[in-house]
Nanobody, 122 residues
């Protein structure tokens, strides 16, 4: 049974930074972060390959967020800088067993975490 556990969310002022973590049990997967703001659909944020050598970002976070991983710890990170109020959402990580890195449809992911709340105040 694969488990994904997120941590690191919280309240931060606009312009600030947060780092989210996602600890995974089991095998190494292609990992991604998604987010869901109140009243909106869940959307893709960033994805990283198994080796960590390839990454891909949503345009809305490119240049501000960085996804990385430590395979020795089986943990994926999302460093979020220059946060904006519109980044407020529940952030969750997801794991994909197969498929191209740029296949970011939610139904391509096999496992999901419960999520962690990020709130950015103006």
């Amino acid at each position: 049974q694969v488990q994904l556990v997120e941590s690191g969310g919280g309240l931060v002022q606009a312009g600030g930074s947060l780092r989210l973590s996602c600890a995974a049990s089991g095998r190494t997967f292609t990992m991604a972060w998604f987010r869901q703001a109140p009243g909106k659909e869940r959307e893709f944020v960033a994805i990283i390959s198994r080796s960590g050598g390839d990454t891909y970002y949503a345009d809305s976070v490119k240049g501000r967020f960085t996804i990385s991983r430590d395979n020795a710890k089986n943990t994926v990170y999302l460093q979020m800088n220059s946060l904006k109020p519109e980044d407020t959402a529940v952030y969750c990580c997801a794991a994909k067993v197969f498929g191209d890195l740029r296949l970011t449809r939610q139904d391509a992911f096999n496992y999901w975490g419960q999520g962690t709340q990020v709130t950015v105040s103006s």
